[in-house]
Structures are given as structure tokens and as C-alpha cells.
């Protein structure tokens, strides 16, 4: 048997071990996992600072790179 654990859009979650052996980890952030009971080991940061939804890059002329 097993849980599934969810974050939220702005939360990760980083599940280990299970079936898969302990050095596998899978990483989540605003979604879910599944966890097998007494093998797998979650973590769970509630303000992870996963931003998404950030600003995209910026872009600035150069010198001599403006319009005619």
C-alpha cells in the first residue's frame, strides 16, 4: 500500500527509495507522487521559492544594434 502525496504550484516534493532503490529520487514541484508505505521517504518543502512564473529574460540593444 501507498499515499499520494501533492504539493502545491509554489511546494516541491522530492520522493526516495521504494522499488526503485534508495539513490533514486524524483523531484515534484506543484504536482503529485506516489510513495509506498514504510519504504519510500518524502520530503516536503512548503516555500521552495519554485517561481515558474517568473519574468523571461531580458533583452537589451547593443550599441549601435537600435533601428534606422
Not at 521504494?18 to 515534484?28: A, N, P
Amino acid at each position: 500500500m501507498g499515499n499520494c502525496h501533492t504539493v502545491g504550484p509554489n511546494e516541491a516534493l522530492v520522493v526516495s527509495g521504494g522499488c526503485c532503490g534508495s539513490d533514486y529520487k524524483q523531484y515534484v514541484f506543484g504536482g503529485w507522487a506516489w510513495a509506498w508505505w514504510c519504504i519510500s521517504d518524502t520530503q516536503r518543502d512548503p516555500d521552495s521559492g519554485a517561481d515558474l512564473s517568473g519574468p523571461g529574460p531580458v533583452c537589451q540593444a547593443g550599441a549601435g544594434g537600435g533601428s534606422p
